[in-house]
T-cell receptor, first 111, second 115 residues
Framework: TQLLEQSPQFLSIQEGENLTVYCNSS?????LQWYRQEPGEGPVLLVT?????EVKKLKRLTFQFGDARKDSSLHITAAQTGDTGLYLC???????????FGGGTRVLVKP | KAGVTQTPRYLIKTRGQQVTLSCSPI?????VSWYQQTPGQGLQFLFE???????NKGNFPGRFSGRQFSNSRSEMNVSTLELGDSALYLC??????????????FGPGTRLLVL
């Protein structure tokens, strides 16, 4: 069974600060996805990274996939209150549409 | 395009009962996956259906079953409910004809409470 560990579990910061969330595994995934989930909603895909060493930027969010395709990070620059939510990483196994999710990082950005 | 819809949104059942949850995928999507989300275990994959066939299965007991209809709508059934089945059940659809590297779009979930 492939496992994904996210850290930290909870992060509370002030608006304008930066934050980084980590997602680590001992297994290789064909791709790694980051989602954000808000209360009462399903997860919404932010980005998919496929190539080892890949870096993707989405406005103030920067996503990195490790060279060995086992780990990833999400960095938010100058966080805003709208960034508050549960951030989930998910690894896709080569075998199919089966996502293995990390435990999630709950981010609270205070005004 | 309408998103993934799930019904009902909330459900209360008692131990021993059974429950059926419904998911309507995005129009044109033929793959539907089901996930269980709990505070303790996080999001866990239940199963995936494509063209009315179960294509992938997670590590859940046989009390959890599903099916998919010819219009791609899917249902999930849980029999002999246990307290631990209380969770948010999420459905996700994708257009994948072949497996792998596809975007899955999640519905808002059905929150099930077992008393």
């Amino acid at each position: 069974t492939q496992l994904l560990e996210q850290s930290p579990q909870f992060l509370s910061i002030q608006e304008g600060e930066n934050l980084t969330v980590y997602c680590n595994s001992s297994s290789v995934f064909s791709s790694l996805q980051w989602y954000r989930q808000e209360p009462g909603e399903g997860p919404v895909l932010l980005v998919t990274v496929v190539t080892g060493g890949e870096v993707k930027k989405l406005k103030r969010l920067t996503f990195q996939f490790g060279d060995a395709r086992k780990d990833s990070s999400l960095h938010i620059t100058a966080a805003q209150t709208g960034d508050t939510g549960l951030y989930l990483c998910a690894g896709e196994e080569a075998a199919g549409n089966k996502l293995t999710f990390g435990g999630g990082t709950r981010v609270l950005v205070k005004p | 395009k309408a998103g993934v819809t799930q019904t009902p949104r909330y459900l209360i059942k008692t131990r021993g009962q059974q429950v059926t949850l419904s998911c309507s995928p995005i129009s044109g999507h033929r793959s539907v996956s089901w996930y269980q989300q709990t505070p303790g275990q996080g999001l866990q994959f239940l199963f995936e259906y494509f063209s009315e066939t179960q294509r992938n299965k997670g590590n859940f007991p046989g009390r959890f079953s599903g099916r998919q209809f010819s219009n791609s709508r899917s249902e999930m059934n849980v029999s002999t409910l246990e307290l631990g089945d209380s969770a948010l059940y999420l459905c996700a659809s994708s257009s994948a004809a072949r497996q792998g590297s596809v975007t899955q779009y999640f519905g808002p979930g059905t929150r099930l409470l077992v008393l």
